[in-house]
């Protein structure tokens, strides 16, 4: 396993943990929850108070740990595309060699062979490049479109039977840009014609 494997291991570990630990801390915020509303059924104002100051701890802390999990997981996202890259730039180096070879022996067969094993390795060279620039233009799950985001939180509190608050909707962060424009896809259309003649 290289060092970027074993990196990769350990981000989608941390990650996996840090998962668990804000499910700990909303159980543990639950319990507070559930400690206050008895606290203030007996009249005990003092000590709803203290419930009252542990359970916003311990949502502060539940959502704490899932942003540093989601950053985690977009950092580990970038490590498994720098794997994925590696590994096709060596398979891509063989094919080189391997049409080396084929021009000397000018044999057709050997050539067509090692073109299409190329124009394959190409391909999955065009998937990886693809996915990493997703990842890129997306760096942390912050970069989710805030219509799916709104959208998800209002069908989820509508089944729950709760209402948004209208700050939610006052709310709109920056508009991030995902992908190519129409004229870097044309620009990069003439390249691959350029490549293939």
Do not use: C, W
Not at 93 to 101: E, L, P, S
Not at 170 to 183: I, S
């Amino acid at each position: 396993m290289s060092g970027l494997e074993k990196a990769l291991f350990n981000l989608k570990f941390t990650a996996k943990q840090l998962n668990r630990q804000a499910a700990k801390a909303g159980k543990d915020e639950t319990a507070e929850k559930n400690k206050l509303k008895k606290a203030i059924q007996q009249n005990h104002t003092d000590i709803a108070k203290i419930y009252a100051q542990n359970a916003i701890r311990k949502e502060n802390e539940r959502l704490n740990l899932l942003r540093l999990a989601s950053r985690i997981d977009a950092v580990s996202s970038r490590v498994q595309t720098a794997v994925t890259m590696r590994s096709v730039t060596g398979s891509m180096a063989n094919v080189v060699k391997g049409m080396d070879q084929a021009m000397k022996a000018m044999d057709l067969e050997k050539i067509s062979a090692v073109m299409d094993k190329f124009e394959t390795q190409f391909e999955d060279l065009d998937v990886a490049t693809g996915y990493y620039e997703n990842a890129t233009s997306s760096a942390t799950a912050v970069g989710t479109p805030q219509e799916d985001v709104d959208r998800l939180m209002n069908k989820v509190a509508d089944e729950a039977g709760v209402e948004l608050h209208q700050e939610m909707e006052a709310a709109t962060p920056a508009k991030t840009k995902v992908g190519p424009t129409e004229q870097d896809e044309e620009n990069l259309g003439e390249r691959l014609r350029a490549l293939r003649s």
